[in-house]
Structures are given as C-alpha cells and as structure tokens.
C-alpha cells in the first residue's frame, strides 16, 4: 500500500539535471545526469496509488506504474523490476524516450505536477541491468513452430522475446546491418546510447531469438519462400515512406530527408568508416547554415545532431502555431497534452519558428542557398497565406523532417497479399492479424507513425495472437487491441 500522503510531504515534483550544454555538445554520450536514489524514493512517494489509476490506460503497455512506485519507495529493487517486466519487455528504451502518457494522465497532474513516473522506470531497469538481475529467460520447452518477424524495430524485438519465450523458434530478418530499427538509426545516441540496445540484444540471443542482417524480405527472399519456411509471419518493417515537401527547387544538393541524415551520424557513433578526409560524414551541418522543417521529435533529433557537428546557425521551422506553455485547452486531463516543450536539444540552442510555410527552395549552381518562406494562419483547419508576411532565409544544408506516411509499398507487402487500410497501413483484426491468416502485423506499420510504447505494446499483442494462431491458446498478454486504441 502506497503512503497517501506522501505527496503532501513531497510537493515538488524532481527530475533529474541534463549536463551543462557546452559540456555535453563536445560528446554525443546522454544528456542526463545521475539521479541520487534517495530523491528517486521521495518522488516515488508522491504516488497515492489512486484508487483508479489513470497512468494504466494513459501507457498503452498497461504498466502496473502504482505497484513498482511503491516498491522503489520502500527499497524492494528486485521485485519492482519483475512488475516493470510485467508489461513491458524493454523499459530501458521507454524510460529513455517514451514521452510518457502515464504522466500526462496522473492523477496527481490535475492539480500538482504529476509524478515523475518515468524517471523511477529508468531507474529501477537501470540498476536491474547493474546488479545482474536481467538475465536470459529461455523457453523451458521448445513447441516445433517457427515464426519469421520481418524488421527488428520494438515492436519486432517485442514480439519476437515474447514468442521466444514461448518455446517457438524466431527469426528477426533486418534488411539494415545493424539490428534495431529507428532505435538504431533513427534516434541519435545523445537520446539512448546504443550500448542498451545492445545489452537488449545479447539476452534475447541467449534465450534463442535468431537474427539475420543484411535480408530484405520480398528481395531477398520471396513472400512465398517466407511462407513455405515459417509457419507463421509478423510484419513489423515500420512506417518509413517519408513525407517529402514538392515545391520548386526541390532537386538541388543540400536538401536531405531526415533519415537520410540521422543514420549517418548514428553510423560514425558505431564507428563505422564513412568518414571523408575532413572526419565528417557524407552529409553534415559543419560550419553549414541549417534550416530543419518539421517541428517534431524527428526534427529536434535533428537539432542535436546539427549542434554536436558544429553548425553556424540552425533555424526549425514549424507550420503549426506555436502551442501553449501550459496544457491547450483542447487536450484536458488525462489525455496526452498539447503544450509548447523544450527538448534538451532546443536548449542547446537554434531558431524555433512557428506558422510558417516554406513555398520554394532557392539555388545557385545546382546547391541550395536560400528559402522562400511566409508566414500562415490556421482558418476553418486550413493554412492560409499572411499577406506581407514573406521572406528569403540563406540555408546551406536543409533537413526534411516532416514524418512518414505509412510503410513502403514494397514487393513484401503486394506478393503476400495483404490488404492496407484507406491511409495505406497494413489493416489487420483485433489479435493482430493481417488479411492472410498467419501473417501478423505491428507496430508503426499497422498503425502508421508512432511511438515506441505503442510499439512494444503491439509487438506484445501480436505476439499472443500468433501463438494462439500456432497453439490454438496463449497464456501471452495482449495489452491492446487495434480498434480500441486511440491513434497517437
Ligand atoms: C528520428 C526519429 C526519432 C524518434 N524518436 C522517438 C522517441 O524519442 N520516442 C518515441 O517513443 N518514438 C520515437 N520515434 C518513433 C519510433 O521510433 C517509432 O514509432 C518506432 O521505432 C516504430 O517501431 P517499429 O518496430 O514499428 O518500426 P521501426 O523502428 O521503423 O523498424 C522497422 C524496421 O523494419 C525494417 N524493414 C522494413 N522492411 C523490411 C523488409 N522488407 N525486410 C527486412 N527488414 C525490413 C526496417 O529496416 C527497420 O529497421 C522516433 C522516430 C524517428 C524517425
């Protein structure tokens, strides 16, 4: 039972410092400083454990957040760990990059700041991993059945331990080198060290999950080899056709989709050979005047990266206003809040520019060196043109970072024959299967760009939909279902 007054004794809700900026732009290592566990267990009793705690439906994985609060209060590490693992296979990625619903929908958020739930997630995988608590969890008994999941992003990797788990034979096919997905390439280290994801990878290798770099399922091996070889299939290749901006002077040098971008950087972090003679990557922000269009967290990735190679100068461009400095009317608690935030990558500098719209690319002998932009309002839902509002601004280098419109309408997907909904996702039931019975779908290519919780949280329930497609039962949960989920 939680102390329900400990957040009258501990009002002041604490996290915890991100290292001086001048210190942390001169390493790509995590913003975050150490947090001392004693404050940990201060905040983790400002939980009341509610007697209807609204931080479960707030995390798509239904996280039991009051139980492993209370635990962590009372100093009872280990068993806190076991209720985190509960419901979610990898907290060392979400207590780093989840932009924690849970929180936005805590109780205590209506009229205090809500518990730092997150952190006191962080916290408890951190020092699991640390005492060598997280150890291999191999099937006791092997079931003869063998499942292909297609993209090792979290929800593949989700899916894929879960099925392991149950004694099925998995194999991760990855058409990249590297196994990870957008945790790999995508999210930039200065967010989540690569070496967490690597530790992740080493237990599932224990406990027996096969994985095979280097394949693009569809090219490499066709839809009907999968299907002969597997006796069941899970797509999780994700949402990676990126939205592209098709305005004149789109086709001039220095103009880069984001996941054009980031893999580059992430790639000299592994220390890959890329690097020209002047130690930069084929495409990099230094002593380069940048402008990022696209004010999300793809965009703020971005940012950081552009700081740490040493831009002159960075402007983000956002066509949407600038939202409010607290909760927007519009998302009321506990929904997920619509408010202007400051990611550390904004702090450490650049132009944030919001409600403009850029409507040409200006250049000179083939490059970029300048946009047209102006500024818009929003009318009846629509942008419309502030007349006198237009200006040029000089870019060298311009970073696309305006989302993903769904999966690659690729050879995987037409030769297996499964059908996409209206916004060109893969549809599937409510257990998580695709149109073709034992093909399975999660994560960002069933539901289209997302976050990783809801990833993992995918990955989780299709992984029990297959099993009792294979078994005919599953003791595996199923968090969610597909059309009860609200979209995020
Ligand atoms: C730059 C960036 C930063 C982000 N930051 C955050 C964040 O901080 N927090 C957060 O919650 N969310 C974040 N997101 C969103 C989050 O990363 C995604 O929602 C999540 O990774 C989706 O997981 P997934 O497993 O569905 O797909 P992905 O992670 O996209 O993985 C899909 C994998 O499938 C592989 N694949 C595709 N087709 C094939 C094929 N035919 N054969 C073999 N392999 C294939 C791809 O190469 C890829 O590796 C970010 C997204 C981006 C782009």
New binding site residues.
């Given amino acids: 039972m939680a102390d329900p007054k400990g957040f009258l004794k501990y009002t002041r809700r604490v996290t915890p410092k991100r290292r001086p900026v001048e210190l942390r732009l001169r390493d790509w290592k995590e913003v975050y400083e150490d947090f001392s566990h004693e404050t940990l267990r201060e905040q983790a009793t400002r939980c009341m454990d509610c007697g209807i705690p609204f931080c479960h439906n707030g995390c798509p994985l239904g996280n039991l957040i009051p139980e492993w609060n209370n635990l962590v209060r009372l100093g009872r590490w280990r068993e806190a760990i076991e209720r985190l693992h509960a419901t979610n296979n990898f907290p060392d990625f ?1 207590g780093r ?3 924690a619903p849970c929180e936005s929908s805590c109780v205590l958020g209506i009229n205090q700041d809500p518990v730092t739930i997150k952190q006191i997630e962080l916290e408890i995988i951190d020092k699991a991993f640390d005492e060598g608590w997280v150890v291999p969890l191999p099937p006791e008994r092997l079931t003869g059945k063998t499942v292909a999941v ?8 989700a899916a894929a331990q879960q099925l392991t788990r149950s004694g099925h034979r998995v194999t991760v ?4 080198d590297r196994i ?8 930039p280290e200065f ?1 989540m060290e690569k070496r967490h994801l690597n530790r992740r990878l080493d237990q599932m290798k224990a406990e027996g999950t096969e994985f095979r770099t280097n ?5 490499d091996i066709t839809a009907d080899q999968l299907r002969a070889d597997f006796d069941a299939v899970v797509l ?5 056709a990126w939205r592209d901006l098709p305005i004149p002077g789109r086709e001039l040098d220095g103009i880069h989709q ?2 054009e971008f ?1 893999p580059l950087a992430n790639r000299v972090q592994e220390g890959d050979d890329i690097v020209g003679p002047d130690g930069e990557p084929p495409i990099t922000a230094k002593g380069k005047r940048v402008i990022i269009i696209g004010g999300g ?2 965009g703020a ?1 971005c940012l950081g990266t552009v700081h740490r190679q040493g831009a002159l100068s960075v402007h983000q461009f956002e066509i949407m206003p600038r939202p409010p400095d607290t909760r927007a009317e519009s998302t009321p608690w506990p929904m997920y809040e619509l408010m202007f935030r400051v990611s550390a990558a904004h702090e450490e500098g650049g132009e944030r520019m919001f409600s403009v719209n850029t409507e040409e690319f200006i250049g000179r002998d083939g490059h970029v060196t300048a946009l047209k932009v102006h500024e818009v309002t929003m009318v009846d839902g629509k942008f419309v043109r502030t007349e006198g509002s237009d200006f040029e601004i000089e870019a060298d280098l311009v970073l696309l ?1 305006m989302g ?1 419109v769904g999966p ?1 309408r ?1 050879e ?1 997907l037409a030769d297996l024959g499964v059908e996409l909904t209206e916004r060109g996702n893969v549809a599937r039931g409510d257990d998580f299967e695709t149109s073709v019975p034992g093909v399975y779908v ?4 069933g ?1 289209g ?7 993992i949280a ?2 989780r329930a299709a992984a029990a939909g297959v099993d009792r497609y294979l078994m005919g039962r599953s003791a595996l949960p199923a968090p969610i279902k597909p059309t009860t989920a609200p979209q995020r």
């Fill in positions: 979400t990059l989840c932009p297609v993209g090792s992003g979290p929800a593949g990797l096919f990855e058409r990249a990870g997905g957008l945790l790999r390439y995508g999210i967010k394949v693009n399922v569809g090219v999780a290749g994700g949402a990676t984001a996941m980031l967290d793809t990735d970072a993903f690659e690729s995987l999660a994560g960002d290519m539901r760009q997302s976050l990783i919780v809801w990833a995918e990955g």
